[in-house]
């Protein structure tokens, strides 16, 4: 029923700029908070960056200042918009999505297929 469908994703050299989206199926998605998160091989999937229904975000450290997250209620879409991309950041990239903020600032149950970002020169 709750589809995730992302793009934008890519190689990239460091210092370069990328915008990931992630477009929600059906009328839920003013009713849920959404995120991005990432995962390497190894590691556990982390946070990048959260936002609320009414725009609230929440960000991790190594993001701040770099990367910036956005909604659109009236395209049902998320935003990652990525400036000052390093090798670090090179990881694939998931879209969540928390119906009615549940589980904030935790994670929901949505997923997207995920998306490679590759910062490299």
């Known amino acids: 029923q709750v589809q995730l469908v992302e793009s934008g994703g890519g190689l990239v050299q460091p210092g370069e700029s990328l915008r990931l989206s992630c477009a929600v199926s059906?009328?839920?998605?003013?009713?849920?908070?959404m995120g991005w998160y990432r995962q390497t091989p190894g590691n556990q999937r982390e946070l990048v960056a959260q936002?609320?229904?009414?725009?609230?975000?929440n960000y991790s450290d190594s993001v701040k200042g770099r990367f910036i997250i956005s909604r659109s209620d009236a395209k049902n879409t998320v935003y990652l918009h990525m400036s000052n991309l390093r090798p670090e950041d090179t990881a694939v990239y998931y879209c969540?999505?928390?119906?009615?903020?549940?589980?904030?600032?935790?994670?929901?149950?949505?997923w997207g297929q995920g998306t490679q970002v590759t910062v490299s020169s």
């Open positions: 969540n999505a928390d119906l009615w903020q549940s589980n904030w600032p935790s994670p929901g149950d949505y």
């Open positions: 936002i609320t229904r009414r725009d609230d975000t």
């Open positions: 059906g009328r839920i998605f003013s009713d849920c908070a």
